[in-house]
């Protein structure tokens, strides 16, 4: 990080979900870059505020649901306690219940919606008030950044997690208006869909390679969090990227396909009928297959 307009020195930052996999990783980088953290999650928020510390870093853990009741207060008042503020937030925590639509019970589907979707309103709404508060005492725009965790779930309609894909698709509809609501307090909100080798991915991209760096390794992802979370990211916001290796995908907003129109108004279902069988209807519907290409 030669650049100063990417570093992150005397900025606080919060990253959920930091115990482990991504959620280490970018709490790493971005202690690399000189932000002090708050590390959080169930499991492991010690050992990586730990490490944090054993390489010179500032970082103090916070343990707890992050979708429980009051979770982003708590981690926004331990970001006050400890720093004064909070500057940046990642928003990582995640599980997953995997199971094809006809056998997924409530309990599966509860269990990501809330912590993915939940675990990313409560921490958004506690930095989103905080920053708002923040710009009005000071007359002007503040540095705010959340970077929050989609995935190409939602875009691929991945049949064996319809409650990760809906979530995960919220979650990018969350940060489209959450980027529009700090809009006029100088703030962000960009979202990224990783591919990466964690605990949680074991079963998809099996075991690294042998010889020579991993690209799925979750480190290969930070850097992009990194670069949001800095001062250099100020004109980037509302955005969702695909990232993984060496790769770094900017999807494009939905488009429209096709626009039929009645000029008097639908009058019946034929009339339907008749106007989408001359249409020329996106092969795949509304997902985008070729992001799993991306190599």
Request: proline share 7%; aromatic share 4%; charged share 20%.
């Amino acid at each position: 990080m030669d650049d100063p307009n990417v570093r992150l020195d005397g900025l606080a930052a919060a990253v959920t979900g930091a115990g482990r996999g991504l959620g280490r990783a970018h709490a790493l980088a971005l202690a690399e870059g000189g932000a002090r953290l708050v590390v959080a999650d169930l499991h492991g928020a010690e050992e990586t505020a730990a490490e944090i510390r054993a390489r010179g870093g500032t970082a103090r853990a916070v343990g707890g649901d992050a979708a429980a009741d009051g979770a982003g207060e708590r981690l926004l008042a331990a970001a006050e306690e400890h720093y004064g503020r909070l500057d940046v937030l990642v928003n990582n925590a995640g599980v997953v219940r995997d199971r094809m639509l006809f056998n997924m019970d409530e309990a599966d589907w509860d269990a990501v919606v809330r912590t993915h979707l939940r675990g990313h309103f409560l921490a958004s709404r506690a930095a989103a008030a905080h920053w708002r508060a923040r710009s009005k005492r000071a007359g002007g725009p503040v540095h705010g950044r959340v970077v929050n965790t989609a995935s190409e779930a939602f875009l691929l309609g991945s049949p064996g997690q319809p409650n990760y894909a809906a979530a995960k698709g919220g979650i990018a509809a969350l940060t489209t208006a959450t980027a529009q609501a700090l809009r006029r307090y100088g703030a962000t909100a960009n979202a990224i869909c990783p591919r990466a080798r964690t605990a949680m991915t074991a079963g998809v991209f099996g075991p690294p390679p042998q010889d020579g760096p991993d690209p799925l390794a979750p480190e290969r992802v930070s850097p992009l969090v990194a670069y949001l979370a800095s001062p250099a990211a100020a004109h980037v916001t509302g955005q969702v990227f695909v990232v993984h290796g060496g790769v770094i995908g900017v999807l494009k907003p939905p488009e429209l396909g096709p626009v039929l129109r009645s000029p008097g108004g639908w009058t019946g279902p034929g009339e339907v009928a008749r106007a989408l069988d001359g249409a020329d209807l996106p092969p795949h519907g509304f997902t985008a297959p070729e992001v799993a290409s991306l190599a």
